[in-house]
């Protein structure tokens, strides 16, 4: 039985999304974030992946590309104790107060 990350390439009612995307900032910030920790050697590709098929099944639906990252950089900081889940939200809601 395929995971919920294994939809790649199945029958769907939803015409495929061509138009342009452009990043939001906390998009691109993600990204970014996903480099440095890669060059640092935080984090590798295989880390990354797991951590978005980790993500429950629902919650994986309702996540967008860079949500689906961002969920599972703070999977992968927290498991090395880089930082703790109280340590992400409280920082999550001090930026979100500020781009509100």
Not at 26 to 34: D, K, P, Q
Not at 55 to 68: H, S
Not at 79 to 98: C, F, H, M, N, P
């Amino acid at each position: 039985m395929n995971a919920v990350h294994d939809m790649g390439g199945l029958p769907s009612e939803q015409p495929i999304d061509r138009s342009e995307h452009h990043l939001m900032e906390w998009e691109r910030r993600t990204g970014a974030l996903v480099d440095v920790l890669r060059e640092k050697r935080v984090i590798n590709t295989d880390e990354l992946r797991r951590g978005i098929e980790a993500i429950p099944p629902d919650e994986y639906r309702r996540l967008g590309y860079y949500e689906r990252w961002s969920t599972s950089l703070e999977i992968l900081l927290v498991e090395k104790g880089l930082l703790t889940k109280q340590e992400i939200d409280g920082r999550a809601a001090t930026v979100g107060a500020r781009w509100a």
